[in-house]
């Protein structure tokens, strides 16, 4: 089964790039850009990482990012990542990024963004991969900060597909976002939003109707609710869900309690990814080798979830047959 995994080919559709900053590249960039973070080793860091809920990885994973300073850096670190999609048979990736993270700190939008599509452009000549990217709110901070996020990605529309939602679940509802994800709408962006990971089969219902969503990040709470299941079956709404950090962060206790097959089942267009995978302990192939061992897939439920996420792309229906 490991082989069959490693020679699948795989499509990333929730992977956020400030999450794939591993402990020794966070070393690199705080010696170079002379940061001084609170650890001694990078051992010292993967130790700190023990979580025991959403809010108690956000608080470690917004502080490391400190080390993130010049255009090189976010270069650099997307880099490493693309060379990691290469070892894993990816062929395609939709990447997050939250400017809040890096502007709130001095840093220019257009720093982080010039960083991060300079190395998806060579990823896109040089390794084959293709990419797209997604600009993400911060929804513990207000809409409008939102609002100012939005206008300053106007100018780099080509760069970016569509706009998300991500950070804290609990207290900020999709209801807060409801007039920017409009306004993104109008200005061409497609949505995206995180649901139903620690939050309510509600809160995915609200995302639907009120955020406009193409798909939902996570969305796995939705099997609380038979009538939401059905509905997300019969429309192909995409859930990008993602196994190791569900356990890492204490969504389900163990693997084997992981709801990833039930939902493959009922008909979901349901996709297997990596989230923060640096501090999750693991990437696209450690997600699919942690599913098939705790749960009983076969390999045609395992390619079901590439097929999946090719239906689910944002890339334009040519692409799509070009990848199946
Ligand atoms: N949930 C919410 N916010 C996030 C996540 C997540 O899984 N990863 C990075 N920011
Ligand atoms: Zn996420």
């Not at 559709?13 to 794939?20: A, K, P, S």
């Not at 497609?190 to 955020?211: C, F």
């Not at 356990?247 to 693997?255: E, G, N």
Request: net charge negative; aromatic share 8%.
């Amino acid at each position: 089964m490991q082989d069959f995994i490693a020679g699948l080919p795989k499509v990333e559709l929730h992977l956020h790039i400030e999450g794939t900053l591993e402990p020794e590249l966070m070393f690199e960039f705080a010696q170079r850009n002379q940061v001084q973070i609170p650890f001694d080793s990078p051992e010292a860091v993967r130790n700190a990482y023990q979580f025991h809920n959403l809010q108690s990885f956000l608080d470690i994973y917004y502080q490391g990012a400190n080390v993130l300073l010049h255009e090189q850096d976010f270069f650099d670190l997307t880099w490493a990542y693309l060379l990691r999609c290469q070892d894993d048979n990816v062929m395609h990736t939709e990447i997050f990024f939250d400017p809040q993270t890096h502007t709130d700190r001095g840093v220019s939008f257009e720093t982080v963004i010039n960083g991060i599509h300079g190395a998806l452009v060579k990823g896109e000549q040089e390794l084959g991969i293709s990419s797209q990217l997604i600009m993400c709110f911060l929804r513990h901070l207000s809409e409008e900060a939102a609002f100012t996020t939005l206008e300053m990605a106007l100018p780099y529309k080509d760069k970016i597909v569509g706009v998300g939602l991500d950070s804290s679940e609990l207290g900020h509802p999709p209801q807060k976002f409801e007039q920017v994800f409009a306004k993104a709408l109008e200005e061409g962006f497609l949505t995206v939003a995180h649901a139903g990971e620690e939050g309510t089969p509600q809160n995915i219902r609200d995302t639907l109707s009120l955020l406009k969503v193409s798909r939902v990040d996570h969305g796995v709470a939705c099997a609380q609710d038979e009538s939401l299941m059905d509905e997300l079956a019969q429309t192909r709404m995409p859930l990008t869900v993602c196994p190791l950090s569900n356990t890492k962060l204490k969504v389900f206790a163990q693997m084997q309690e992981h709801n990833i097959a039930l939902l493959l089942r009922r008909g979901l267009c349901v996709t297997v990814n990596s989230d923060d995978p640096a501090y999750f302990g693991g990437y696209m192939t450690d997600n699919f080798n942690a599913i098939a061992d705790a749960l009983p897939l076969t390999k045609d439920e395992l390619a079901q979830f590439t097929l999946n996420a090719i239906e689910a792309s944002f890339v334009d229906e040519a692409e799509k047959i070009a990848m199946v």
